[in-house]
Each structure stands twice: as structure tokens, then as C-alpha cells.
């Protein structure tokens, strides 16, 4: 099994500044790793795939990098709906699709 | 609009069975493999088990091989997990996802299992 390891578990961030979130794998995933947004009451939401590539409907302001086993979220200029907690999600390895334990970005 | 509802949530005793239910609409739900996903109070998300879009292949989550069955009707676009012998760790939130190439990229709001005696 592959696993993901997400830092920091919290990240306190104010509004209008950036944040950067870390995902790193037990082993190479290649570009294979997605990222999701997950608010209370709401249903999760899918941001990047392909580590770096937008979805549909994803603000600008959330970028993706990295390959391998090294990655990274980036909020550019976070507004107040951007509070949430961030889950990585390798698909390199069919079909046990694994997640990272998650980042909280709270407001400072 | 593409959707995914879950239901069938609720409290149930350890040893008990539920069956959730997750209905889709806004797409050709047969064309897509599906997943469901749970979330513990407090955890982090963990994949459950995978159904593809003819039923041809399906996988499981060593954690839930044994006890859970998922199982989708294609005419009635909808997706199943039958839990059965639940334990105390299977309390949380489960979501179906829609699965494509690079990730899951329709979920539902979630249904919530708790068990507990």
C-alpha cells in the first residue's frame, strides 16, 4: 500500500494570503495524485488531478505541483470559502486509491 | 445537474447490518465506475471498495473484505454497500464517488452509520 503523508495537520492562514500545503508518498507515483476540498455539510469537491491540472469550475488561485513523491497545494490569495480541510489522493496504485490523513486550513 | 444522494445511514448495533443506498442523476450512470469512501469522526478519508460501470470487476478495502457487498442497478441508477457484521470502527460518514481516470470527481453529501450499542 502506498502512503500518504500530508503536513502540517493545521495551517492557520489570514485571508488574502497564501497558503501552501505538502503531500508526500511512500513511494513514486509518477503525476498521479489529486487533490479534494472538504467542508462540513458539503459534498467533497474535486480540485487537481494529474497533480497539477485544474478541474472543472477550480479557481485560479489553487495551483498543484510536483511529481514523484513530492507535491504540493497551493492557495494563491485564500478567501473565506477556502477554509476547509485538503486531502491528497494518489491513483497510481489500481484500485486502492489512498488518501492522505489531511490538512485543516483555519483562519489565523 | 450531476448528483450523487446517499441514504440509509443511521444507528445500528454492533454485529448489525445496513444497507446504504447512493442514487445518481445528471449522467449516464453506466458508463462510470463507482466508489464509496468513509470518513470516521476526526480521520481522514479511506477508500471502501469499487464497482465498474458493468459490474464486471470489483474490489475491496481489506477492512470491509467479508463484510460489506457493493452492488449497483444500472436501470435504476443507483449504487448499494450491504454492511453486515458492523463493528464500533465502522462508525462515520460514507460517500459514493463517480470515479474517472484521474480521481473522483462527483461525490454526495454522505450518510451518516454509527454503531453502537
Known amino acids: 500500500e502506498i502512503v500518504m503523508t500530508q503536513s502540517p495537520a493545521t495551517l492557520s492562514v489570514s485571508p488574502g494570503e497564501r497558503a501552501t500545503l505538502s503531500c508526500k508518498t511512500s513511494q513514486s507515483i509518477s503525476s498521479n495524485l489529486a487533490w479534494y476540498q472538504l467542508k462540513p455539510g458539503q459534498a467533497p469537491r474535486f480540485l487537481i488531478y494529474g497533480a497539477s491540472t485544474r478541474a472543472t469550475g477550480i479557481p485560479a488561485r489553487f495551483s498543484g505541483s510536483g511529481s514523484g513523491t513530492e507535491f504540493t497545494l497551493t492557495i494563491s490569495s485564500l478567501q473565506s470559502e477556502d477554509f476547509a480541510v485538503y486531502y491528497c489522493q494518489q491513483y497510481n496504485n489500481w484500485p486502492q486509491w489512498t488518501f492522505g490523513q489531511g490538512t485543516k486550513v483555519e483562519i489565523k | 445537474e450531476v448528483q450523487l444522494v446517499e441514504s440509509g445511514g443511521g444507528l445500528v448495533q454492533p454485529g448489525g447490518s445496513l444497507r446504504l443506498s447512493c442514487a445518481a442523476s445528471?449522467?449516464?450512470?453506466?458508463?462510470?465506475?463507482m466508489n464509496w469512501v468513509r470518513q470516521p469522526p476526526g480521520k481522514g478519508l479511506e477508500w471502501l471498495s469499487y464497482?465498474?460501470?458493468?459490474?464486471?470487476?470489483?474490489y475491496y478495502a481489506d477492512s470491509v473484505k467479508g463484510r460489506f457487498t457493493i452492488s449497483r442497478d444500472n436501470a435504476k441508477n443507483s449504487l448499494y454497500l450491504q454492511m453486515n457484521s458492523l463493528r464500533d470502527e465502522d462508525t462515520a460518514m460514507y460517500y459514493c464517488?463517480?470515479?474517472?481516470?484521474?480521481?473522483?470527481?462527483?461525490w454526495g453529501l454522505g450518510t451518516l452509520v454509527t454503531v453502537s450499542s
Open positions: 464497482i465498474a460501470h458493468s459490474s464486471s470487476a470489483i
Open positions: 464517488a463517480r470515479a474517472i481516470r484521474d480521481g473522483y470527481d462527483v
Open positions: 445528471g449522467f449516464t450512470f453506466s458508463s462510470y465506475g
